[in-house]
């Protein structure tokens, strides 16, 4: 071999093995992000199939996967229920190992294979939900709904410890917590009305639920 093109070949094959190695680094990082947005679409569905059975014999009607407008940007809501009772909004997560967390945090803890990963409370991010469709009520004049928050953790492996009497729930418990009283409790409401005030906003224009989950992708990716 030539002296002279020792020095090139061994910056050349450095250069192929760092490149080797960042190709396979963005790969695993895809196709990671591509099996938690697998599992967080399959965590719906389970949360969407159940709360359907239920609303067919209840005279209840769901919403699922909804963007609506907030301020200059979109939000993305999981599951409405309505019924006679009022509005149910559910948060779903598809997160696996245990979870900890309480009402005032402003981020929970995830810990799976003794590894920490620090989410937003999903009780302040139902709450949002809920503000913001409660303003589209307004907006539509329509007043004394009663709203509630439910925040449903679909995997069935995960652990969840948090101080009891809060609406999070196990997709086991989501059946119980669809029993209580308050949801079968006759409050007047108009479900179709209801029904056509939230879909009157709801937004369908591409663009803005692109923006919507490129900001949502950010927001995860900072929170690593």
């Given at each position: ?8 070949l061994i910056i050349g094959a450095v250069v192929l093995a760092v ?206």
């Amino acid at each position: 071999m030539d002296e002279q093109m020792r020095p090139y070949l061994i910056i050349g094959a450095v250069v192929l093995a760092v490149l080797i190695i960042s190709i396979a680094i963005i790969l695993s990082i895809f196709f990671h992000r591509r099996k938690i947005k697998k599992l967080g679409v399959q965590g719906e569905k389970k949360v969407a199939s159940l709360l359907g059975k239920y609303a067919l014999l209840n005279h209840c009607k769901v919403i699922n996967d909804i963007y609506l407008p907030l301020y200059d940007k979109t939000t993305q809501i999981d599951h409405i229920m309505i019924g006679y009772f009022g509005v149910l909004v559910v948060e779903t997560k598809n997160m696996k190992g245990e979870i900890y967390g309480n009402p005032s945090d402003k981020e929970w803890t995830q810990i799976l294979n003794d590894k920490k990963h620090k989410f937003y409370n999903p009780l302040k991010q139902n709450q949002t939900h809920i503000d913001n469709i409660r303003y589209i009520f307004n907006k539509e004049n329509i007043y004394n709904i009663q709203l509630e928050s439910l925040v449903v953790f679909a995997d069935p492996t995960t652990s969840v410890f948090i101080p009891r009497g809060l609406p999070v729930v196990s997709f086991k418990k989501l059946k119980k917590f669809l029993k209580q009283p308050k949801l079968k409790k006759d409050n007047g409401v108009n479900v179709d009305n209801i029904y056509q005030a939230i879909m009157k906003h709801a937004v369908t224009d591409k663009k803005l639920i692109a923006d919507h989950n490129k900001n949502v992708k950010k927001m995860a990716k900072d929170n690593h």
